[in-house]
């Protein structure tokens, strides 16, 4: 049976090479049954022929908001009421601009900011375009604005490189489609998650502290995923410039301290709890009352360990609940993440290593290893944080 039978979507498709693609996604959609209108942009249209687009989606499709030989108008606001799903792949660095600013000045752009549907993107464009921070805060943007993303993925690219900024294949935008459209329970309908992350901040003196490179950005998006398959989400933030995911209920704090006494305060009631955040190891003994001066300083920093979060919520860890600790390491670090994994009572351990590249704090990608309380071991190869997290929940929810 189609799986997409009586479904209204409309497929925008911007100005990039991958705009080919979209053509293959577009005729999947139609062999499940949607019925898929087609906004171009002008520039997409000089990649891909119209004609093409129109035999396969058996509907004209609309690239301005008139139609130059008969006027008639294209109306937005009814497009973007009457879709039941917006997709835009490939998106473009350009149009994702436009979209993070809520620009309108084009006829997709105009139906985005109408759409009262759930909206869809999947960014096509070179890794170094995909990586600059401009890109990434207008993607954070968006999806803190509620879009959902799909990769994008690592392989070779149009400019002759290869990295981060492949579009997904059109088979995995259209598996993407058919789970939004599941009326079935999501993975974590109606449980509790509790999701740590960032870095934590430990006070030298009123202006000075000892923190980490940590993003927040694995934590941020194991939130965002757990968020869209139904759970409850709690997430327990370090300082970070991240804005907080659709749905998600989140805590700020700074010390570790703080994060102790808030992730102690939450977690016996959760039933899932992913600790991502990098909490600092020691904090200073004593820290000044006023800012330390220089010629006042005596060349030492005494410090003191900081309370095992980890550690303290496993020695409580109701039966029902699965903990996933967080392990960063320098070397491979196989041997100290099965200490770590059974001696503070994890359930799962995840492991990525700063050996491997592309993995670890501030990126955009990550390459980890999962570790099983029973023995079990999954590796996921370096992908986006985004698709990490899924591979990340999927995985322990399966085997839990």
């Given at each position: 049976m189609a799986r997409l039978n009586n479904k209204r979507i409309v497929l925008g498709i911007t100005g990039g090479i991958a705009a080919y693609k979209s053509a293959i996604l577009l005729r999947?959609?139609?062999?499940?049954?949607?019925?898929?209108?087609?906004?171009?942009?002008?520039?997409?249209?000089?990649?891909?022929?119209?004609?093409?687009?129109?035999?396969?989606?058996?509907?004209?499709?609309?690239?301005?908001?008139?139609?130059?030989?008969?006027?008639?108008?294209?109306?937005?606001?009814?497009?973007?009421?009457?879709?039941?799903?917006?997709?835009?792949?490939?998106?473009?660095?350009?149009?994702?601009?436009?979209?993070?600013?809520?620009?309108?000045?084009?006829?997709?752009?105009?139906?985005?900011?109408?759409?009262?549907?759930?909206?869809?993107?999947?960014?096509?464009?070179?890794?170094?375009?995909?990586?600059?921070?401009?890109?990434?805060?207008?993607?954070?943007?968006?999806?803190?604005?509620?879009?959902?993303?799909?990769?994008?993925?690592?392989?070779?690219?149009?400019?002759?490189?290869?990295?981060?900024?492949?579009?997904?294949?059109?088979?995995?935008?259209?598996?993407?489609?058919?789970?939004?459209?599941?009326?079935?329970?999501?993975?974590?309908?109606?449980?509790?998650?509790?999701?740590?992350?960032?870095?934590?901040?430990?006070?030298?003196?009123?202006?000075?502290?000892?923190?980490?490179?940590?993003?927040?950005?694995?934590?941020?998006?194991?939130?965002?995923?757990?968020a869209s398959q139904g759970a409850s989400v709690t997430l327990i933030s370090g300082p970070v410039h991240l804005p907080c995911p659709s749905g998600v209920q989140r805590i700020m704090v700074k010390s570790a301290a703080e994060m102790h006494q808030a992730c102690l305060d939450s977690c016996t009631a959760q039933d899932f709890i992913f600790m991502a955040a990098a909490v600092a190891d020691f904090t200073p003994a004593e820290p000044a009352e006023g800012k330390i001066k220089k010629h006042q300083a005596s060349g030492q920093l005494l410090l003191k360990p900081t309370r095992d979060i980890l550690a303290d919520m496993g020695a409580v860890k109701p039966a029902r609940q699965t903990l996933v600790g967080f392990a960063l390491e320098t070397e491979t670090g196989t041997d100290q993440a099965l200490d770590k994994l059974h001696r503070k009572n994890c359930d799962y351990l995840v492991l990525n290593s700063l050996q491997h590249h592309g993995a670890g704090f501030g990126g955009d990608t990550n390459q980890v290893s999962i570790f099983a309380r029973d023995g079990r071991k999954k590796e996921l190869p370096l992908a986006s944080k985004t698709e990490i997290a899924q591979s990340i929940v999927e995985w322990i929810c399966l085997n839990s």
């Open positions: 999947l959609l139609r062999q499940e049954g949607a019925d898929v209108q087609v906004i171009c942009t002008e520039q997409a249209a000089s990649f891909i022929g119209i004609k093409t687009l129109a035999a396969l989606s058996g509907n004209p499709v609309l690239q301005e908001f008139s139609d130059a030989q008969t006027g008639a108008w294209h109306n937005h606001v009814e497009l973007g009421n009457d879709a039941d799903l917006l997709i835009i792949a490939p998106l473009t660095a350009h149009t994702m601009s436009k979209m993070a600013q809520g620009q309108c000045d084009n006829l997709l752009t105009a139906v985005y900011l109408s759409a009262r549907c759930p909206v869809m993107i999947s960014p096509a464009m070179d890794l170094d375009m995909y990586a600059h921070p401009a890109v990434q805060r207008n993607m954070q943007c968006l999806r803190a604005d509620g879009c959902m993303v799909i990769g994008p993925e690592e392989g070779a690219l149009a400019s002759g490189l290869s990295g981060l900024g492949r579009m997904s294949e059109p088979e995995s935008i259209l598996e993407a489609v058919c789970a939004q459209f599941n009326n079935g329970p999501k993975m974590l309908h109606g449980r509790q998650v509790m999701v740590s992350a960032g870095p934590t901040y430990e006070a030298i003196d009123p202006v000075r502290f000892i923190s980490n490179h940590s993003s927040g950005k694995m934590g941020y998006a194991l939130a965002a995923f757990c």
